[in-house]
């Protein structure tokens, strides 16, 4: 069966500190991966996705992730947090022909000024 | 920016009690879907909608549960006969197409339903 792992439940950083969170997926074709954040008492809000093509994906709010498809990875990275990035931080996967997205746990990052 | 909302935000009900969880999606989206997410576990897939008529459904999508759309704009979960562990937040979600490229779906904000 297809899941997603994210290995950091929650970290904790200081403003201006490197982010990179981990999501690992089981699947074997091709996949579609996206990142969702959840503000407190907000819905899940897109970040980025991946579909195909430059496995450097850019998103909203200077959020990154790189899909390594060897290592059946899709980390997200921010050079430089800010207090405003705490958050919870989904990952998931879909597969094509299918409907649905598969979620991992979530990351819950707080972000000290 | 186009949103999908839910309603109610929470909701309290008896155990065996039917609820009905209500959601607008964005308005010119032709895919709907419920998800569920119980306090501290992940957040689970429960059914997709499409052209009235349900196009995939979890393993958690028993007889227990139905969706519907009544109307042009509402989209509805109905659980049955609730029981203890139905206790969850409760996600819709919407997007314009199937999983083609550059489709992104969009939750709403979750009811979260509590079984006492």
């Known amino acids: 069966a297809q899941s997603v792992s994210q290995h950091n439940h929650h970290v904790i950083l200081s403003e201006a500190a490197s982010l990179e969170l981990g999501c690992n997926y089981s699947?074997?074709?091709?996949?579609?991966l996206f990142w969702y954040v959840q503000y407190p008492g907000q819905h899940l809000q897109l970040l980025l996705k991946?579909?195909?093509?430059?496995?450097l994906v850019k998103g909203i709010k200077g959020f990154e992730a790189e899909f390594i498809k060897s290592k059946f990875s899709f980390n997200l990275r921010k050079p430089s947090v800010q207090w405003s990035d705490t958050a919870e931080y989904f990952c998931?996967?879909?597969?094509?022909?299918?409907?649905?997205?598969?979620f991992g746990t979530g990351t819950r990052l707080q972000v000290f000024p | 920016e186009p949103e999908v909302t839910q309603t109610p935000s929470h909701q309290v009900t008896q155990m065996g009690q039917e609820v009905i969880l209500r959601c607008v999606p964005i308005s010119n989206h032709l895919y709907f879907y419920w998800y569920r997410q119980i306090l501290g576990q992940k957040v689970e897939f429960l059914v997709s909608f499409y052209n009235n008529e349900i196009s995939e459904k979890s393993e958690i999508f028993d007889d227990q549960f139905s969706v519907e759309r009544p109307d042009g704009s509402n989209f509805t979960l109905k659980i049955r006969s609730t029981k203890l562990e139905d206790s969850a937040m409760y996600f819709c979600?919407?997007?314009?197409?199937?999983?083609?490229?550059?489709?992104?779906?969009?939750f709403g904000q979750g009811t979260r339903l509590t079984v006492v």
């Open positions: 998931a996967v879909n597969a094509p022909g299918t409907d649905k997205l598969i």
């Open positions: 991946y579909f195909s093509g430059d496995p």
């Open positions: 979600a919407s997007t314009k197409d199937r999983w083609v490229k550059n489709t992104e779906a969009f």
């Open positions: 699947y074997g074709g091709t996949v579609n």
